[in-house]
């Protein structure tokens, strides 16, 4: 029981660090414990005060909060939220240790005057969180200071759960993104896919901001997304071997698995992305120490032999996908030669068509799955000697993407005879419009083609 109500009271203090009114108001009616401590001694009311969050604030009072109270280091509710400039939160904590020893009624109307307060200033919160919103992603201090003075969160969140942070790291704003986290915005926020701020700087290959991002307190840099994969998977799989070698910096696991079990080695292998690959392959991506190797009296095998000892070109679960769809693909029964002739003779089936006799087919879906089982096999370092030069990375054909309406930012680059880099800076800047509907940008043809008229 004491578990439970503990984890209750850490979850309270989550909403109120992440503004998550319904979740505290649940929270709260569940019996969790408002004045329950962190390791800093901080309360719920303290951290929601010190982050802009005026409607928790006076649930918490509501539901018998002490603003009275104080942190390891002295500080109170209120003048956490004088040192962030949350003026209107201020003025509520102030009225409410001035009034704390009135009667019940009169902090009943207090309260209730305290509330109408700010469903009255509901529209100009809005307000304020646009126009905070809106300097973001233009890049305006000036306005994101202002925005914030007059009690703008910097912590609130679009329907997406997007966060200013977010939108000005993608928009590569990084002095913007400094002042929001100078003003208390949550480093480790996630979107409704699972990605932070830093997820989408390694996305935008901005190096001086993940650099900033990886400075801030707290920060969690091992934070998985909905599909379980880290910002350095993310780095691995674009080939981003700057901001790999970033996180690597800042001692980030090497060894964390994704949802397919793919770790960001495994990832790189797979797309033959070998600059990664022998980054990932140093002690120190694998947290290995010389310490311990000294430990170990005989030679450790190589670092290749281990890996695929390990780890496979094809995990289980996709070699048995692939068997399952093969099988599907054999007919229980066959039709006979004499069937087939007659189906030819009728034209049932054009005599263009190459067809395969049973006999072939399933030597076919045989063959196949003996050559995928036997390169699952193959050691890594023996299939790249079998290489003879070594296969470079893939490259994009013209050909086969010239008629695409939607194209990826390789693809892109490749049409348009432009960098990765130019095309990325393009997009930040707005002078090329772009999405991201998943992990990687989409840019439509006629897009691409407008902004290259426009050069």
Not at 74 to 92: C, D, N, V, Y
Not at 146 to 163: F, L, V, Y
Not at 409 to 422: C, F, I, K, V, Y
């Amino acid at each position: 029981m004491e578990t439970k109500t503990g984890n209750t009271a850490a979850n309270l203090m989550k909403a109120a660090l992440e503004g998550d009114t319904a979740a505290a108001q649940q929270l709260i009616q569940s019996g969790a414990n408002v004045n329950a401590r962190d390791d800093g001694e901080r309360t719920a009311l303290m951290i929601a005060a010190s982050n802009g969050h005026t409607y928790i604030v006076q649930l918490l009072m509501d539901n018998g909060a002490d603003p009275a109270a104080r942190d390891s280091r002295g500080m109170t509710a209120l003048r956490a939220a004088e040192a962030k400039g949350f003026a209107r939160i201020a003025s509520m904590l102030r009225s409410s240790t001035t009034n704390s020893s009135d009667s019940g009624a009169q902090q009943a109307a207090a309260s209730a005057a305290n509330l109408a307060n700010v469903a009255k200033h509901d529209d100009l919160a809005a307000a304020l969180q646009k126009s905070l919103q809106q300097a973001a992603d233009k890049g305006d201090a000036n306005l994101l200071l202002a925005a914030i003075a007059k009690g703008a969160d910097p912590n609130a969140r679009t329907e997406n759960h997007w966060t200013p942070l977010m939108l000005a790291t993608i928009k590569g704003h990084t002095e913007i993104v400094r002042q929001l986290l100078d003003k208390g915005a949550n480093v480790n926020a996630q979107n409704n896919k699972g990605w932070t701020a830093l997820m989408f700087a390694v996305s935008m290959g901005d190096a001086d901001t993940m650099r900033l991002l990886l400075k801030a307190k707290r920060i969690d840099a091992n934070l998985t997304d909905a599909e379980g994969k880290t910002a350095l998977m993310q780095a691995a799989s674009e080939n981003n071997l700057d901001s790999a070698r970033i996180l690597l910096a800042h001692k980030v696991d090497a060894n964390v698995a994704d949802r397919a079990g793919e770790t960001a080695l495994t990832i790189a292998a797979r797309r033959n992305y070998t600059d990664i690959i022998e980054l990932l392959k140093q002690p120190a991506a694998n947290n290995e120490s010389s310490a311990s190797d000294a430990h170990d009296s005989r030679k450790p095998e190589s670092f290749d032999e281990a890996f695929i000892k390990t780890e496979s070109l094809f995990n289980e679960s996709e070699l048995q996908r692939l068997k399952e769809e093969l099988e599907g693909y054999l007919p229980q029964t066959w039709p006979s030669a004499a069937q087939i002739e007659n189906q030819l003779e009728s034209r049932a089936i054009p005599e263009s068509q190459t067809l395969l006799m049973p006999s072939e087919l399933s030597q076919l879906g045989e063959r196949l799955i003996a050559a995928l089982e036997a390169l699952r096999q193959t050691p890594f370092p023996q299939l790249q000697s079998q290489l003879q030069p070594p296969s470079p990375a893939p490259t994009v054909s013209i050909a086969d993407i010239a008629h695409k309406i939607m194209l990826t930012l390789p693809e892109a680059a490749a049409l348009a005879g432009l960098s990765r880099t130019h095309l990325q800076r393009a997009v930040r800047k707005g002078a090329l419009k772009a999405k991201k509907p998943g992990r990687g940008w989409r840019i439509k043809r006629a897009d691409l083609d407008a902004y290259i008229n426009e050069l």
